[in-house]
C-alpha cells in the first residue's frame, strides 16, 4: 500500500500555521464513523485527540493501561521513538472519554485496545546516514481512514499526526508551560517540542488585536 500523502498536513509543517480542531470538529468527524467498529474508532479518534499521542503509541495501548482513578481516567502511553513513557490524565465526565474507559474494561488486558486498526506494513526507507533499512509500520490502515472520517471536516481530510501538533499547540495558546507540554509529548529535551507548537487561525486574530 502506497504512503498516503496529506496536503492539510504538509502545509501547516511549511507554514506553521495550524486550524486548531474544536470538539465540534470532533463530533462532526465521529458521525462519519460509520461500520462494524465504529465504538472501537471514535475511541481511537478521542484518544489521539486528547492525548496527543504518536499514532504508533495510541495503537500500542492495552486494555490494561486504560485505569480509573476517581473522576479521571489514565492512559499510559508507552513512549516511541526515544519518547518517554508517561500518564495522561482525561476527565470521566467526557462521554468519548467514558466510551474510551468503556472499551478496555469489555476487553482481556492484554488485548490491544485498537487492534482493528493496527496493520503492518514493511516500508524499504533510507535513514539519515543514506543507509538503506526496513521499516515496519502499524498505522497505515489508520491514516487510511482518518482521511474518509475527517474529509467534510477539513477539506482533504487528514493526517492522525495532525491531532498530535493540534493537542499541543492549543495547549500552548491556553497557557500551558514548555515543561508540562514536554511532559505531556513524552520529550526528553524542549528541542523536540517547538516543532509541534504552531500558531493557530484563532491565535493570529488575537495577536492583531494586541497590535491594533
Same mark, same amino acid.
Given at each position: 500500500m502506497a504512503k498516503i500523502s496529506n496536503v492539510?498536513?504538509?502545509?501547516?509543517?511549511?507554514?506553521?500555521?495550524?486550524t486548531t480542531l474544536s470538539e465540534l470538529d470532533i463530533i462532526k468527524a465521529m458521525n462519519n464513523i460509520k461500520g462494524r467498529y465504529d465504538k472501537?474508532?471514535?475511541?481511537?479518534?478521542?484518544?489521539?485527540?486528547?492525548?496527543?499521542?504518536?499514532?504508533?503509541?495510541v495503537l500500542d495501548v492495552k486494555a490494561k493501561d486504560v485505569t480509573r482513578e476517581s473522576h479521571y481516567i489514565i492512559i499510559r502511553l508507552r513512549g516511541a521513538k526515544g519518547g518517554l513513557p508517561r500518564p495522561i490524565y482525561l476527565s470521566i465526565r467526557n462521554a468519548y472519554v467514558k466510551e474510551i474507559y468503556d472499551l478496555?474494561?469489555?476487553?482481556?488486558?492484554?488485548?490491544?485496545?485498537?487492534y482493528h486498526y493496527r496493520g503492518k506494513y514493511s516500508r524499504h526507507t533510507v535513514n539519515k546516514k543514506g543507509e538503506?533499512? *526496513?521499516? @515496519? =509500520?502499524?498505522?497505515?490502515?489508520?491514516? #487510511?481512514?482518518?482521511?474518509?472520517? $475527517?474529509? *467534510?471536516? @477539513? =477539506?482533504?481530510?487528514?493526517?492522525?499526526? #495532525?491531532?498530535?501538533?493540534?493537542? $499541543?499547540?492549543?495547549?500552548?495558546e491556553?497557557?500551558?508551560?514548555?515543561?508540562?507540554?514536554?511532559?505531556?509529548?513524552?520529550a526528553k529535551s524542549f528541542n523536540s517540542i517547538t516543532p509541534y507548537i504552531h500558531l493557530s487561525t484563532r491565535g493570529a486574530k488575537q495577536i492583531s488585536k494586541i497590535n491594533d
Open positions: 492539510n498536513y504538509e502545509k501547516f509543517l511549511k507554514e506553521g500555521v495550524i472501537e474508532a471514535r475511541a481511537l479518534v478521542a484518544t489521539l485527540y486528547y492525548t496527543g499521542g504518536r499514532p504508533v503509541e478496555a474494561k469489555s476487553l482481556f488486558g492484554e488485548i490491544y485496545l485498537f538503506p533499512q *526496513n521499516y @515496519i =509500520e502499524i498505522s497505515y490502515k489508520l491514516r #487510511y481512514h482518518f482521511k474518509r472520517w $475527517f474529509d *467534510n471536516v @477539513i =477539506e482533504g481530510g487528514i493526517n492522525p499526526y #495532525y491531532l498530535r501538533h493540534n493537542r $499541543f499547540s492549543k495547549l500552548a491556553k497557557g500551558a508551560t514548555m515543561e508540562q507540554i514536554r511532559l505531556i509529548k513524552g
